[in-house]
C-alpha cells in the first residue's frame, strides 16, 4: 500500500496560475513564479512550520512562465515567447526569442546538470503534437523534442544522466539519457494532467497530477509509491526546498502555496551558467 500525506497551506496569498518552485541554496529563499499574473516571487520558508513568506516580487508586463537563478542571484525568466535576464539591480535584458508565431507559448523550463536552460512550449490554439523542448546554452539553441502537445514538467536523476519529461495532453511521462540519447516513454498518468515534477535523492519522481489535487511519488518504472493531497485542485509543480531539501513545496493554480514533509529529500537544483 503506497503511503499518503496532507499538505498544509503555507502562505496567504493566492496565485492564479502558481508554478515552477525552486530551491536558491546560496541565498535560502525560494523562488516560483505566477505566469498568468506575469509574477515572479521570492520568499523565505519557516522550515518548522512550513510557512512562506513573500520576501521580493518582480512584475512582467506579459507572462512569466518560468525562472531559474544563477549561482551570483542573477536571474533567467521565460516570458511569453523568449528569455530574459534579471540582475540583481533590476535592471533587464532580452536575450533570445524562443517562439515564433501567437499559437504556441513557453512553459515548464529548468537548469540542466550543465548549467544550460530546458524549456518547453504548449499549444494555445489546439494545435496537437507540434510544439517544442528547447535547450539554449546562451550561443545557440538545441531542439529535443518537436512532437509535444504541451511540454511540463523537467527534472533530472539523481546522477543527471537521465532526463525525465513530460507531455501533459497524453499523460506521458517520457525519460531519456542526457545529454544526449533517445526517447522512451516511461508510463502515462490517465486519471488527470500530469503536470510539474521533481526528482528526491532516492531517484523517485514527484509528480504534481492537475485537476486531482494531488502531488503522486512515483518509481521510474511508473510504481505508485506515495500520494500527497492538497486543498487546492490544480496543483502544478513541486519542489524539495529548505536547507535539508525535506519540505516539498506544492505550487497550484487559483491556489496558494502548499508544503509537506513527506519523508523524503530532493536534489540541489543547478545553478545558471551565463
Known amino acids: ?125 489546439g494545435r496537437q503534437e507540434q510544439e517544442q523542448l528547447l535547450r539554449w546554452d546562451g550561443a545557440g539553441i538545441t531542439v529535443l523534442d518537436d512532437d509535444l502537445t504541451l511540454s511540463n514538467g523537467l527534472a533530472w536523476s539523481p546522477a543527471g544522466d537521465r532526463l525525465y519529461s513530460i507531455d501533459s495532453i497524453p499523460g506521458v511521462v517520457y525519460e531519456r539519457d542526457y545529454p544526449g540519447g533517445a526517447r522512451h516513454e516511461l508510463f502515462r498518468v490517465t486519471d488527470g494532467l500530469p503536470d510539474g515534477l521533481c526528482v528526491d535523492s532516492d531517484g523517485n519522481l514527484w509528480i504534481a497530477v492537475h485537476e486531482r489535487g494531488e502531488v503522486r511519488c512515483f518509481t521510474p518504472r511508473g510504481e505508485l509509491l506515495a500520494t500527497v493531497t492538497v486543498a487546492a485542485p490544480k496543483t502544478t509543480s513541486a519542489a524539495f526546498a529548505g536547507p535539508d531539501l525535506d519540505v516539498l513545496v506544492i505550487t497550484a493554480a487559483d491556489g496558494p502555496l502548499f508544503t509537506a514533509r513527506v519523508g523524503a529529500a530532493g536534489l540541489h537544483t543547478p545553478y545558471w551558467h551565463h
Open 1 to 125: 500500500m503506497s503511503a499518503r500525506f496532507e499538505a498544509q497551506v503555507a502562505c496567504s496569498q493566492t496565485y492564479t496560475l502558481g508554478e515552477g518552485p525552486l530551491w536558491d541554496r546560496d541565498r535560502n529563499r525560494l523562488l516560483w513564479v505566477d505566469i498568468e499574473a506575469g509574477l515572479v516571487c521570492a520568499g523565505k520558508l519557516d522550515r518548522r512550520t512550513g510557512a512562506v513568506r513573500v520576501t521580493e516580487t518582480w512584475e512582467f508586463n506579459d507572462l512569466a512562465c518560468a525562472v531559474a537563478v544563477a549561482r551570483d542571484g542573477d536571474l533567467l525568466v521565460a516570458e511569453r515567447h523568449h528569455l530574459t535576464w534579471v540582475r540583481p539591480d533590476g535592471s533587464r535584458e532580452r536575450l533570445t526569442r524562443l517562439v515564433d508565431g501567437e499559437g504556441s507559448r513557453l512553459n515548464d523550463g529548468a537548469v540542466d546538470p550543465q548549467g544550460r536552460f530546458v524549456v518547453g512550449s504548449m499549444a494555445l490554439d
